[in-house]
T-cell receptor, first 113, second 115 residues
Framework: SQELEQSPQSLIVQEGKNLTINCTSSKTLYGLYWYKQKYGEGLIFLMMLQKGGEEKSHEKITAKLDEKKQQSSLHITASQPSHAGIYLCGAAHGSSNTGKLIFGQGTTLQVKP | NAGVTQTPKFRVLKTGQSMTLLCAQDMNHEYMYWYRQDPGMGLRLIHYSVGEGTTAKGEVPDGYNVSRLKKQNFLLGLESAAPSQTSVYFC??????????????FGPGTRLTVL
């Protein structure tokens, strides 16, 4: 959806390198969700951010929400082959409680051993 | 807990045929969703439901119908399949947005090909 743009669309990194994926919204964010998808499988929830300036980490993955810029970033430190997959951000744009999310087009990550 | 399950995993249809995709969740979630995923397009919401007996249209509802007769099940129907409906279909369920467990839980997907 053009409401939510991810960059880059694809990324190839050497194992051990750091990387960042960005997700930019054209509308006010009420919540931002990051998911990971392995090829041919469903989506696995990573993190949810709701408040401006919020930052969450899980293992070597850190996500931040810049509410003023309506943008979120996902940073992976010391990448490993297990980090390979498709990363998707999903945004809640409305305050109504329907739970609807708009998803970005995804970023495909390859990690070379 | 099985989480979110989808039936079938794969299906090939001919143009004009009909089929129903079944989604089931055992987490007592109120909200359920059907998405389709196409290359370079991310996930697009087809229909969703905020409770038993209720359904609503998402971004791309044309050509699809849904029903939520039981809280744990959400059915997606294609009355007359078209090649443009070739896609991977994902079902998801969640508690209300903003709750501590408000994230959506996804099924493994159904890969549908329409010839």
């Amino acid at each position: 959806s053009q409401e939510l743009e991810q960059s880059p669309q694809s990324l190839i990194v050497q194992e051990g390198k750091n990387l960042t994926i960005n997700c930019t919204s054209s509308k006010t964010l009420y919540g931002l969700y990051w998911y990971k998808q392995k090829y041919g499988e469903g989506l696995i929830f990573l993190m949810m951010l709701q408040k401006g300036g919020e930052e969450k980490s899980h293992e070597k993955i850190t996500a931040k929400l810049d509410e003023k810029k309506q943008q979120s970033s996902l940073h992976i430190t010391a990448s490993q082959p297990s980090h390979a997959g498709i990363y998707l951000c999903g945004a809640a744009h409305g305050s109504s409680n329907t739970g609807k999310l708009i998803f970005g087009q995804g970023t495909t990550l390859q990690v070379k051993p | 807990n099985a989480g979110v399950t989808q039936t079938p995993k794969f299906r090939v249809l001919k143009t004009g045929q009909s089929m129903t995709l079944l989604c089931a969740q055992d987490m007592n979630h109120e909200y359920m969703y059907w998405y389709r995923q196409d290359p370079g397009m991310g996930l697009r919401l087809i229909h969703y439901s905020v409770g038993e007996g209720t359904t609503a249209k998402g971004e791309v509802p044309d050509g699809y119908n849904v029903s939520r007769l039981k809280k744990q099940n959400f059915l997606l129907g294609l009355e007359s399949a078209a090649p443009s409906q070739t896609s991977v279909y994902f079902c998801a369920s969640s508690y209300p947005l903003g709750t501590p467990s408000g994230e959506q839980f996804f099924g493994p997907g159904t890969r549908l090909t329409v010839l």
